[in-house]
């Protein structure tokens, strides 16, 4: 199969590669000229335009999108439409909120697969988890891509019509987050407690057969490794945030009570700058209090 591939960053050379690994032709193309010199380097056929890639595709064209969320997929798809036809497939297999990726199922004329990529750019070797959603005949159609892109066909199904996958993704990141707040809790109280603990032990004796063994676990025991117990200078900001966002908003919507992921998204705000809440509170227990006000 011949694929097209538009973002090629450290999601999209990825695919480029496990694509191009798989026996497939890929066509590449990112609007920064040294990511198209780097999937030629790895066995792709660079394109300088977008016009390049679509008439380098010919007919049938199969189109993978790996760009950031929003703007750009709809730019990049903005620019394909005028040659897409209904034979042909376009996969967004970033991170897009489901309802624009229903909007723009309904303004193609080519078969439009939302694509949920769960495994980030450590799934290079051992291939990602793709949650699609779309037209049948066109995820049947790209099986043999979804099969090299994925960790295998295991790693991939079609979870229903357009807007599932990147709906199952959404709701997976949500879930994402909690997880990685209840390790966050559960280390934070190891780290300030009653015994002087060393961290990557801990870690590494709960990832050989505890109950809470699990792939980020093995990355909390890499952090502790390579940054120290203490964890350094790592400082206590998280960025990124949107796809939890969205999964609380969906989750009002619906009526569905999600404390843990709100909570978890929320300490990400609170991390990010000096609360003005806080700031009162520290002020007023003086005011009633006559206790210390804290001050930078
Ligand atoms: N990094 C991660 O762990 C994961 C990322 N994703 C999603 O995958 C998508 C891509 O993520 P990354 O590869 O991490 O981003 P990245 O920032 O590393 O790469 C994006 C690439 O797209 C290119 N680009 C931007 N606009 C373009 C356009 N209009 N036409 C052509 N190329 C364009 C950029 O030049 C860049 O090379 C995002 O939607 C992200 O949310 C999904 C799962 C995991
Ligand atoms: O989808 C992912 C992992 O599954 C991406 O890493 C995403 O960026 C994580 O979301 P956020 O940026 O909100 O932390």
Redesign the pocket.
């Known amino acids: 199969m011949e694929l097209g591939v538009?973002?090629?960053?450290?999601?999209?050379?990825?695919v480029v590669d496990r694509v191009c690994s798989a026996g497939h032709d890929v066509v590449a193309?990112?609007?920064?000229e040294a990511?198209v010199e780097r999937a030629e380097a790895t066995g792709a056929s660079g394109a300088d335009s977008?016009a390049a890639m679509t008439d380098q595709l010919g007919a049938e064209k199969r189109i993978w999108?790996?760009?950031?969320?929003g703007?750009?997929?709809d730019?990049?798809l903005d620019?394909l439409e005028p040659s897409l036809d209904t034979h042909d497939i376009v996969v967004?297999?970033?991170?897009?909120h489901f309802e624009d990726s229903v909007r723009r199922a309904d303004g193609t004329e080519a078969a439009y697969l939302d694509c949920?990529?769960?495994?980030?750019?450590a799934?290079a070797e051992l291939g990602?988890s793709l949650m699609v959603g779309g037209p049948a005949w066109a995820y049947e159609e790209l099986e043999p891509v979804f099969d090299a892109v994925a960790t295998g066909p295991q790693g991939h199904d079609r979870m229903g019509e357009s807007g599932a996958g990147h709906y199952v993704?959404m709701v997976h990141n949500g879930v994402e987050y909690a997880l990685m707040q209840a390790y966050g809790e559960g280390f934070e109280l190891l780290q300030e407690g009653r015994y002087d603990l060393d961290l990557e032990s801990v870690a590494k004796t709960w990832n050989n057969g505890a109950v809470i063994r699990s792939w980020l676990l093995e990355l909390c025991e890499e952090a502790f490794r390579e940054e120290g117990g203490d964890l350094g200078d790592v400082a206590d900001h998280v960025a990124g945030g949107s796809?939890g966002t969205w999964t609380v908003q969906e989750a009002l919507e619906q009526g569905v009570p999600l404390p843990l992921i709100y909570q978890s998204l929320a300490e990400r705000f609170a991390s990010r700058n000096d609360r003005f809440s806080r700031r009162l509170v520290n002020r007023l227990r003086y005011g009633f209090g006559r206790h210390e006000v804290r001050r930078t």
């Open positions: 538009i973002g090629l960053g450290r999601m999209g050379q990825i193309f990112d609007v920064d990511a977008l999108l790996m760009v950031p969320a703007d750009p997929v730019a990049a620019e967004d297999g970033g991170n897009s949920g990529t769960s495994g980030g750019p799934g990602f993704k796809t």
